[in-house]
């Protein structure tokens, strides 16, 4: 493996077993998303990854993208980022609470680790500043040299990526109240600017001194002149959107799928990178064959052109939550299990969505019954659960990272144990072992007969007679799992919207048997099919 276009890639095809083929039917995503940008010294767009705990370097003259910090690297789950004047590099970890610098010599360390949700941050004249994006978040300014944080603000509900203005005053979004604040860095009260948004999560200043705001709600790009509250809408684009940051006068905007846009003064919009995937994390197949994917703040529909359509996002109304484990039960219904810990019934046309059960401890993959039973993994807690009518009944307990789930042709549920290198079945008289000597398995799935297993650890597809015994490589250096060496420090997750963001290269199978996989290595959807 090597690094490819920001993102991991493979330096080598798969190679396949006899009367198999394989294509992509998404294109390899560039990054793991985008959330946080900002143009630094060099006149690059630095890229914030949350969850590929990721920042990327984006020349916006050839699309050439560098990694700066990479997975499994020393700054974990990066949200925001900003330069001071030397060049030092500035970035909040969300999810561990911690604001970071890497210097302009490389080398990175931890200023604070007890800021919870820390996420908006910007540099003013040598001061450096961070919001919390919690109910009940702080504006702080950090000491530099190690003292404790003065609080500009308390109780604020969800402030985000924020920029000193033109007149001094710091503005900042405030995602709970849909408005845009802003406060003397000096000290004193807040000041409402704007209200009645499309729930803005990012504010920078073009060169006339107005406003210029993302809406991850509405996806609506906004100019607001802070003067006299005049606005208009620059562009209107996906939901999703994050953050932006101007090279010069042109704007660029980011977007949770990895999509960066840039935006005319016009009006016109170009991508400088297209929608991509974070994951994918699970896939589903319905009875007419629509794939759907999984990717944690998207759920996204496979378009025969290999596009994306996002059919819910973490800010539409009705979304149950980050998507990870998926299964297509109806025309146009899904149970989806999240990181947030529910099982759900999802209708993406109606933008509803029903609890089935929830409160528990990093759900994965899921199954259902003929019944309506659903079999879903409790990795945190080492379980298989059955949820059925409201009740919740302990299939198994003292698993070791159970992942993938899936029924035999009897009903019996079979499990992938990824840290125990194996598949069990879930019978009257215990756990008994179907398949072993594997590396990390997770996604898994039976079908006429054969269980199908993607080993992430080994980068394999596994097919398994249930019946015969025989073991087949179907696949092998696919672009699933880390890449040698690489060992992905944990995502605690971001709450009220996630809790851990582990991987999960899911599997499903099609009406005509082709099977489709999760590559969250190079971040595409993979059809195998046999000749």
């Known amino acids: 493996m090597s690094l490819h276009a920001g993102r991991y890639a493979a330096t080598r095809s798969p190679r396949l077993a006899a009367g198999w083929n394989l294509k992509h039917l998404t294109p390899p995503s560039r990054l793991f998303g985008a959330n946080g940008l900002r143009t630094g010294p060099d006149g690059r767009i630095y890229v914030a990854q949350v969850s590929g705990s990721q920042i990327s370097a984006l020349d916006v003259r050839t699309g050439q993208i560098e990694t700066i910090s990479a997975k499994g690297g020393d700054i974990i789950a990066p949200d925001d980022l900003a330069f001071d004047a030397a060049g030092n590099l500035y970035a909040t970890e969300v999810m561990d609470g911690r604001v970071s610098m890497r210097g302009a010599d490389g080398r990175t360390r931890v200023l604070r680790d007890d800021i919870p949700c820390a996420n908006g941050i910007t540099v003013h004249q040598g001061r450096l500043f961070i919001g919390e994006c919690r109910i009940g978040g702080r504006l702080l300014e950090l000491d530099l040299n190690g003292g404790a944080p003065r609080v500009l603000l308390a109780d604020v509900p969800m402030p985000n990526a924020m920029e000193v203005g033109p007149d001094g005053m710091l503005y900042f979004p405030v995602m709970g109240s849909n408005e845009i604040w802003r406060i003397n860095p000096e000290g004193g009260p807040a000041e409402k600017v704007a209200a009645d948004l499309g729930v803005p999560d990012s504010v920078k200043f073009d060169s006339s001194g107005c406003i210029v705001s993302t809406q991850v709600h509405s996806g609506e790009v906004l100019r607001i002149d802070p003067r006299n509250g005049e606005r208009s809408v620059l562009a209107r684009l996906d939901p999703g959107l994050d953050n932006l940051t101007f090279v010069g006068e042109r704007l660029f905007v980011s977007n949770f799928n990895g999509q960066i846009t840039e935006i005319a003064g016009n009006g016109d919009t170009r991508n400088l990178l297209p929608c991509g995937l974070n994951g994918p994390l699970d896939l ?248």
Do not use: H, W
């Not at 009518?389 to 042709?409: F, H, I, Q, W």
């Not at 997750?493 to 199978?509: C, E, K, L, T, Y």
């Open 284 to 531: 589903a197949v319905d009875s007419s064959g629509q794939v759907y994917v999984a990717d944690g703040a998207n759920l996204f529909v496979l378009l025969p052109d290999g596009a994306l359509r996002s059919v819910g996002m973490l800010f539409s109304p009705g979304y149950p939550g980050y998507a990870r484990g998926l299964a297509a039960v109806g025309d146009g219904e899904l149970i989806v299990a999240t990181a947030g810990g529910q099982v759900s019934r999802y209708r993406p046309a109606q933008n509803q969505s029903e609890v089935l059960a929830q409160g528990f401890d990093q759900l994965y993959g899921l199954a259902v019954a003929p019944d309506g039973s659903v079999m879903v993994a409790e990795l945190g807690m080492g379980r298989v659960l059955s949820i059925r009518a409201g009740k919740v009944e302990v299939l198994a307990s003292g698993l070791r990272d159970p992942v993938g789930v899936a029924l035999d042709a009897d009903g019996a549920c079979l499990v992938s144990e990824a840290a125990a290198g194996r598949v069990v079945r879930l019978a009257r008289s215990g756990i008994e072992t179907v398949l072993d000597g594997l590396q990390r398995p997770q996604g898994i799935l039976v079908r006429d007969g054969k269980l199908y297993v993607v080993d992430a650890g080994a980068q394999t597809l596994i097919s398994f007679d249930l019946k015969t015994k025989e073991r087949l490589t179907l696949a092998a250096d696919l672009p699933v799992g880390a890449p040698p060496g690489v060992i992905p420090k944990p995502l605690r997750g971001f709450p009220p919207f996630s809790g851990p963001m582990g991987p999960f290269a899911g599997i499903a199978a099609g009406p005509d048997g082709t099977l489709y996989l999760s590559a969250d290595g190079d971040g595409s959807v993979l059809a195998l099919k046999q000749s």
